[in-house]
């Protein structure tokens, strides 16, 4: 091979090529990827090396570019290709594309430079970016995550986690009936750190169980200072929803506080039932049986079959704000706002919306029938002394 010092690594990629499979069927994919290659080809000078280095992926030295000018050219070229949609059989389609760059020079070797490629391509994907470039201080997602898992560790340890709470309302007179308990991490000096940050890698982790048994423990210790008629939604991962360990900390908690058990409304999300349909139904049933609630959140969201709903042991639905926030806007949010209403009520569920922010949808969900109302309308969700001080003392 002539000297490719001084030249660019790229790691190529159709994105989300199994995702395509599932939504359009092999066939449809396969168009996409074929028109992927021949749109690759016109990128590829003859003075570059390339290989095909799986089904959607390929590998590209781009001789010579050798800066981050060069570069930059080359990935506006790329853009360029790949800009205008494909017309799948009629149905416009934007193809998608991820790149990781690596650049090859004097001592990198090509085994380290493709390493090197593929951390820059998982932060491509990860940032829904058309390419990122190794640049050496380049964090890699595993490791950030690894690094949030040992720190969200310490946090559980140290007492830096907090449950904020947020006032759930009874749409026909506007009083409280509860709040959903959510998960804050406040470090030392530091702002504090919102869910969406860290609730997913933790999720993937062994921590989100001591985690979960945390913040059960938490909300209920401090509703049992609560007047009785308030209850608190606690939100719980699926998977642990099977770890029987739930029942023991639950019952325990129940005891220690001597809370009523319909005043904690387990949160679990609809696609709960995607997997494992016949386990999750016999524990939410063991659950209900305790006398707790099972409240399915993110309703609308999930791939769930309607089929389930008869024998679902459930109480109620929530439906995702996705909906919510656009209901005044679009006929079709509405549309589902309107038919998760109706459902819920002809299976006795009752419903709650998430997400109400203003004051006309709060006034349409309760024309149809919504029974109760979150969202930024009443409040966001608060410190505990803030919920304390505004809605219980
Ligand atoms: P979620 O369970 O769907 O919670 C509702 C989210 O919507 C919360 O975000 C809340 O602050 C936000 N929200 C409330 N009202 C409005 C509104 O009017 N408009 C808009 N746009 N948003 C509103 P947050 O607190 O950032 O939590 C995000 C997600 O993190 C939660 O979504 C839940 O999935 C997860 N999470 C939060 N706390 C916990 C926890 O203790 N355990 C677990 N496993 N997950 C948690
Ligand atoms: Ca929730
Ligand atoms: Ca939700």
């Not at 996409?32 to 089904?55: A, G, M, V, Y």
């Not at 930059?72 to 205008?84: D, G, S, V, Y």
């Not at 004097?106 to 085994?111: A, M, V």
Request: with cysteine; hydrophobic share 40%.
């Amino acid at each position: 091979m002539t000297s490719i010092s001084g030249s660019h690594l790229g790691l190529v990629e159709l994105a989300d090529y199994e995702l395509l499979i599932d939504s359009l069927g092999s066939e449809l994919a396969d168009q996409i990827r074929i028109e992927f290659f021949n749109r690759l080809k016109q990128w590829i000078r003859t003075s570059d090396h390339s290989r095909t280095i799986d089904q959607h992926r390929c590998l590209v030295v781009l001789k010579g570019v050798d800066s981050s000018a060069a570069l930059e050219l080359a990935t506006a070229k790329l853009h360029r290709l790949f800009e205008h949609p494909y017309d799948l059989f009629g149905d416009p389609t934007q193809i998608e594309i991820r790149v990781g760059f690596a650049k090859l020079e004097g001592k990198t070797d090509l085994h380290t430079a493709l390493q090197q490629a593929r951390k820059a391509l998982r932060q491509a994907r990860s940032q829904s970016a058309l390419y990122r470039v190794f640049d050496g201080r380049h964090r890699d997602p595993v490791i950030t995550e690894h690094r949030t898992i040992k720190a969200l560790e310490n946090a559980l340890a140290q007492g830096e986690l907090e449950l904020f709470y947020q006032p759930k309302i009874q749409a026909n007179f506007g009083n409280i009936i509860g709040a959903e308990a959510l998960m804050r991490w406040h470090p030392l000096n530091s702002p504090v750190i919102p869910p969406g940050k860290f609730i997913a890698a933790a999720e993937r982790s062994r921590i989100i169980r001591p985690l979960t048994w945390w913040a059960i423990k938490s909300a209920m210790a401090r509703m049992s200072r609560w007047p009785d008629n308030i209850s608190v939604s606690i939100n719980i991962p699926p998977h642990l929803l099977l770890d029987d360990e739930i029942l023991d900390v639950i019952r325990d908690m129940l005891d220690l506080y001597g809370v009523r058990p319909p005043r904690v409304i387990l949160e679990v999300t609809e696609n709960i039932m995607v997997e494992n349909q016949q386990q999750m139904m016999t524990q939410l049933a063991r659950l209900r049986k305790m006398g707790l609630k099972v409240s399915i959140d993110d309703f609308g969201t999930g791939h769930s079959s309607l089929t389930y709903f008869r024998n679902l042991p459930a109480d109620e639905l929530k439906i995702d704000k996705s909906f919510v926030t656009q209901m005044v806007k679009s006929q079709k949010d509405l549309a589902i706002v309107r038919a998760v209403i109706n459902l819920a009520h002809n299976f006795a569920l009752k419903v709650v919306a998430e997400g109400v922010e203003d004051q006309t949808t709060a006034d349409r969900l309760k024309a149809l029938g919504c029974d109760y109302l979150q969202g930024y309308l009443f409040d966001r969700p608060l410190p505990v002394e803030a919920f304390e001080q505004r809605y219980i003392y």
